[in-house]
Every structure is written in structure tokens, then in C-alpha cells.
């Protein structure tokens, strides 16, 4: 069973490729992104491109869960695909903007297989609406920050590579090195 979450938002008078640059960029996602903090990890390719490796960790003073993630498409300025390889999230997780005729549109969907049989299951149908508005949530602080021209950044001040070793460790050991 694969479950959807999505969500959107318009972006009136932002052209694709601003708004695309800062979905892309880690360091601009960490101040649109609630609760996250996001690395590179260490790989034959630089982020966000094909191949390169992010992991994020979603939560508050150590509690949450890292995601791990290999980009498996970028396509600049319309789509940014992830295939997430995490214990606790799996699935793709897709990034896209849409021309419009008074700027653009900004997509972020997860298609997700829970873990843990007929619980994880249950517990995607639950927490489902709760993280489609926690998207929701994300993508108009987005928008409000490309709107105040706080986005995107001009120089990236991602924090720094993980090493590929950390993959899978606890948030407690996967801060830059």
C-alpha cells in the first residue's frame, strides 16, 4: 500500500526558476521546511543533482526522524525527484513547479510505503491528513519568504557534508562534521 501526500501552493508573480531554485537549495529549504534540518551526505555528486545524497532530520531537541534520500531526477526549473531510503519513510518524495500565467506553482508530494505491516498502515492513514497540512504549512512559508524576496539565497550556506557512514545513525550523530 502506497500512500499520497501533497500539497501546493501558487506563487503569483514568481517566475520557475526562483521558485525552483530555492526548493532545491538545502540551506534555503531549512528556512521554508518546519522542524528540519537538512545534509548533504557524502557522494560521487553534488547536491541537488542526480545521485547526491541528503538526509533531514525533522523534529525538536532530538526527537523526530532523519530521512534519507537519493535524487534520482532534477530537472531545473521543473522538477526535483527523491527516492527515499530511510527506516522510516520510503518512497519517492517529488518536488515540481508549474509555470502559470501570473507566475508559478509550487508541488511537493510524497508517495510513501509505510513500514511495520498492518500498523504502519494504520498509522499512514492517521498521521496522512496531519502531514499533508504540515506540507501545506511548509509551501506557504515558501511562498511568503519568495514573495519578501528572502528567497532564494544568493550564496548556498548549506551546513556541511555527512560522511556516508552516518547514513542510517541516530540525529544525535548526524550533525556536519
Known amino acids: 500500500m502506497t500512500t499520497t501526500i501533497r500539497a501546493s501552493v501558487e506563487l503569483p508573480g514568481i517566475a520557475p526558476e526562483r521558485a525552483f531554485a530555492a526548493l532545491v537549495d538545502l540551506a534555503a529549504q531549512e ?31 532530538g526527537l523526530g526522524f532523519l530521512d534519507t534520500m537519493v535524487v534520482t531526477a ?22 515540481r513547479v508549474e509555470a502559470t500565467a501570473g507566475g508559478s506553482r509550487a508541488i511537493w508530494m510524497n508517495e510513501l510505503t509505510p513500514p511495520f505491516g498492518i500498523l504502519g498502515r494504520l498509522a499512514a492513514r ?31 550556506g548549506s551546513a556541511g557534508p555527512i560522511p556516508a557512514d552516518a547514513r542510517g545513525r541516530g540525529p544525535a550523530d548526524t550533525g556536519p562534521r
Open 31 to 61: 528556512r521554508w521546511m518546519i522542524a528540519t534540518k537538512l545534509y548533504p551526505v557524502e557522494s560521487a555528486a553534488p547536491v541537488p543533482e542526480v545521485g547526491s545524497r541528503v538526509a533531514a532530520f525533522t523534529g525538536v531537541g
Open 74 to 95: 532534477y530537472d531545473p526549473p521543473h522538477q526535483w525527484v527523491v527516492a527515499k531510503d530511510g527506516r522510516l519513510l520510503q518512497g519517492v518524495g517529488t518536488m
Open 126 to 156: 492517521l498521521a496522512g491528513p496531519v502531514a499533508a497540512l504540515a506540507l501545506q504549512a511548509c509551501l506557504r512559508r515558501l511562498a511568503r519568504q519568495l514573495q519578501s524576496g528572502a528567497l532564494p539565497l544568493a550564496a548556498s
